[in-house]
């Protein structure tokens, strides 16, 4: 998936034109998923993300949007978004689980 397709996939879902809260929101989930996963994704990078994943980060993006995070007085560089383990669901978990990179020392 390219990033034009899934901004255009998250406007749709989301019924939210504004390019720069979407782009934010996307980032701030890839962030997320990094974290759980230990993996190195981004924006930037996107096509090499794996689909199952991107079903992850649209699922997160999803549920942080309808949270209703924006205010419109303030601006962008302004927020900070953060997730839990409860932000994902059982099948996100199963899915974000067989990318998780394991250390063993």
């Known amino acids: 998936m390219s990033k034009e397709e899934l901004i255009l ?6 019924n939210e034109n504004d ?3 979407i ?5 701030s989930a890839i962030a ?18 794996p689909y199952d994943v ?8 999803s549920v942080k949007y ?3 995070v924006w205010v419109e007085s303030e601006r962008l560089a302004d927020y900070s978004i953060s997730y839990s383990k409860d ?15 394991y250390s063993i020392e």
């Open 9 to 14: 996939t998250l406007k749709d879902v989301l």
């Open 19 to 21: 390019e720069n809260k």
């Open 23 to 27: 782009i934010l929101l996307i980032n």
């Open 32 to 49: 997320y998923v990094n974290w759980y996963t230990l993996q190195d994704y981004s924006f930037s990078a996107l096509e090499s993300i």
């Open 54 to 61: 991107l079903m992850v980060v649209i699922d997160l993006v």
């Open 66 to 68: 309808h949270e209703k």
């Open 87 to 101: 932000d994902l669901t059982m099948d996100d978990k199963f899915l974000l689980n067989k990318y998780i990179i």
